[in-house]
């Protein structure tokens, strides 16, 4: 071989691999500082941020908005988080549906839309993940960054070889050191996902929370599926609201399910155990999770269809009904918002005395006929000092 | 256990900093084509970790 032909080897394979790194850089770099616009509502009357509740986390990746709706009148306060796992569009994108839309007439409302938004800067490349998925909308096109299930590695790392979740000491996988959803009630040294938790706690006492919500989608081959997980003390209030759910609204039902007692780390648990709030989190069906899927794309998280997930339903191996029809996002967004609103009004009607009533947000049916992107408003329409950006 | 999760990472950063330099001094002296083209394949992932981008 001789110097020249190996130079000019050198020189092409070198060539290459810079515009691969440039490439697949910029490719990471866009995601990871995506800026997605959301535009407030009439009902929104302040923008606070996680670090206002607990220093530490200020300026921090995880230094999320908190949305606040006061009516103004006297009531309760209810908190509703989306993306704890930013990898369940349906969650983030309820979460600013209400954000948009919600009106307050009596009590408050608190809303996060990305509860871990480290998580929702880092994909799975490897799964097929897309990195963005878009929402037609009145006026365009709307896009939304795909995110994961774990805080991004950049952000929160190394992992430990096992995860013990603080203060009940239970051992959980490594990863779930970076799961918003196994590290409450968070600890005030502890990772950046733990002091999130800890963060969210400080907010839920503050401001006297009595009823908090976390949005969640899951795989059909997961048994806790299509349910409000309710911890004891809002047994009744998630009771009644399935069943009213099940019988006047959905044409495929929604369950109800006690947190276990011995289960650490999760919302539902640790939320009603550390703090008077009463803790519920909603689960819908998303099959893009399904680990039998077939093509991952964009396409299969916006519509939830997919015939391996429903031939997997065929063979009895999952724990939610899938046909045709899919389970596209507008009927996952409508779950919540018809649940959040039944729960609330449950709420409202056993604690009177803590009654918070929201008005212009969508249910069920409307979601379905307008779909979700009907719901969300032009941010180049919008008065500049009613446009935050996530 | 913040602190000392920083240092393992900036430790971490300092090794990879380190492997990719060989690696670009390996494409550099190596008398071999097809092993100029493997090490400018595994010094992709070590940049882009460098740079905290991936």
């Known amino acids: 071989?001789?110097?020249?032909?190996?130079?000019?080897?050198?020189?092409?394979?070198?060539?290459?691999?810079?515009?691969?790194?440039?490439?697949?850089?910029?490719?990471?770099?866009?995601?990871?500082?995506?800026?997605?616009?959301?535009?407030?509502?009439?009902?929104?009357?302040?923008?606070?941020?996680?670090?206002?509740?607990?220093?530490?986390?200020?300026?921090?990746?995880n230094d999320c908005n908190i949305y606040i709706l006061d009516s103004g009148n006297p009531g309760g306060t209810i908190i509703v988080i989306g993306g704890t796992h930013p990898e369940e569009p349906g969650a983030n994108l309820t979460a600013q549906l209400l954000v948009e839309n919600a009106q307050v007439e009596k009590g408050r409302l608190i809303i996060a839309i990305w509860a871990n938004r480290s998580a929702s800067t880092v994909s799975r490349p490897g799964d097929a993940y897309p990195q963005f998925y878009h929402i037609p909308t009145d006026w365009g096109t709307k896009k939304f960054r795909m995110g994961d299930r774990w805080a991004n590695p950049l952000d929160s790392w190394p992992d430990p070889e096992v995860y013990i979740n603080y203060p009940s000491k239970q051992m959980l996988a490594y990863m779930d050191i970076r799961n918003l959803n196994r590290t409450w009630p968070g600890r005030i040294d502890g990772t950046l996902v733990e002091r999130t938790c800890y963060a969210f706690m400080e907010l839920i006492k503050k401001e006297r929370v009595g009823l908090f919500i976390d949005l969640h989608e899951a795989e059909l081959e997961y048994p806790v599926i299509s349910t409000i997980v309710a911890h004891q003390k809002a047994q009744e209030i998630a009771a009644m609201s399935s069943m009213i759910l099940t019988a006047m609204e959905f044409d495929r039902p929604i369950g109800m399910e006690?947190?276990?007692?011995?289960?650490?780390?999760?919302?539902?648990?640790?939320?009603?155990?550390?703090?008077?709030?009463?803790?519920?989190?909603?689960?819908?069906?998303?099959?893009?999770?399904?680990?039998?899927?077939?093509?991952?794309?964009?396409?299969?998280?916006?519509?939830?269809?997919?015939?391996?997930?429903?031939?997997?339903?065929?063979?009895?191996?999952?724990?939610?009904?899938?046909?045709?029809?899919?389970?596209?996002?507008?009927?996952?967004?409508?779950?919540?918002?018809?649940?959040?609103?039944?729960?609330?009004?449950?709420?409202?009607?056993?604690?009177?005395?803590?009654?918070?009533?929201?008005?212009?947000?969508?249910?069920?049916?409307?979601?379905?006929?307008?779909?979700?992107?009907?719901?969300?408003?032009?941010?180049?329409?919008?008065?500049?000092?009613?446009?935050?950006?996530? | 256990?913040?602190?000392?999760?920083?240092?393992?990472?900036?430790?971490?950063?300092?090794?990879?900093?380190?492997?990719?330099?060989?690696?670009?001094?390996?494409?550099?002296?190596?008398?071999?084509?097809?092993e100029a083209i493997l090490y400018c394949i595994i010094l992709i992932p070590f940049v882009l970790r460098v740079l905290h981008i991936k």
Request: net charge neutral; proline share 5%.
């Open chain 1, 1 to 61: 071989m001789s110097n020249k032909f190996l130079k000019n080897v050198k020189i092409i394979a070198l060539g290459i691999t810079i515009i691969v790194i440039f490439l697949a850089g910029k490719a990471f770099y866009e995601h990871r500082y995506f800026k997605g616009a959301v535009v407030l509502g009439p009902g929104v009357t302040e923008v606070k941020t996680l670090g206002d509740y607990f220093s530490p986390l200020k300026g921090s990746i």
């Open chain 1, 258 to 390: 006690f947190s276990p007692p011995a289960l650490h780390g999760l919302s539902h648990r640790e939320v009603g155990d550390h703090s008077d709030a009463l803790s519920l989190l909603f689960e819908a069906p998303e099959p893009f999770l399904d680990r039998v899927r077939g093509i991952t794309d964009e396409n299969l998280l916006l519509t939830g269809k997919d015939p391996f997930v429903m031939k997997a339903g065929k063979y009895g191996l999952l724990y939610e009904k899938i046909d045709e029809r899919g389970w596209p996002i507008e009927v996952r967004v409508g779950r919540h918002t018809s649940t959040i609103l039944q729960v609330i009004q449950t709420y409202s009607e056993i604690y009177p005395d803590k009654a918070v009533f929201l008005s212009q947000v969508p249910r069920y049916a409307e979601v379905i006929q307008n779909g979700v992107g009907h719901y969300f408003y032009n941010p180049a329409e919008a008065p500049t000092d009613r446009v935050v950006y996530e």
């Open chain 2, 1 to 34: 256990m913040i602190t000392v999760n920083l240092v393992i990472m900036v430790i971490y950063h300092i090794i990879s900093a380190f492997v990719a330099f060989v690696l670009l001094f390996s494409i550099v002296k190596t008398k071999n084509a097809q």
